[in-house]
């Protein structure tokens, strides 16, 4: 399968449990370790554990090997790397703390309207 139907996936998946704000940077130009970065934030730990598990859900049901998570139930960050898709889910104060978006501000966004629910 390829980066960009994986990153759908991801996407779809956290948009399912309302993760807030989903932003996919194509890091591919800049960055060897990945093609995409899905970044998202949710507004409780429970939340975070939700969207957490549903795209460790849909990925095993699309066969998508997983190849670590960073992060655990307490987490206020947890990083789930697909290889060539790696997804960053926050809670908000730590989203806003991190700002992944400016660290990689030379990667284009990718438009996703498509993807998620308004």
Known sequence: ??????????????????????????ISEVSIM???????????????????QSVLDKAGENDIEVGHVEGNRNSEWVLIDLHDVVIHVFTSEKRDFYNLEKLWSDAPEVDISGLVTE
């Open 1 to 26: 399968m390829d980066s960009k139907k994986m990153m759908e996936i991801a996407v779809k998946a956290a948009d399912e449990k309302h993760a807030n704000d989903i932003k996919v940077l194509n």
């Open 34 to 52: 990945a093609d995409y970065f899905v970044i998202m934030d949710a507004s409780s730990q429970r939340q975070v554990d939700a969207i957490v």
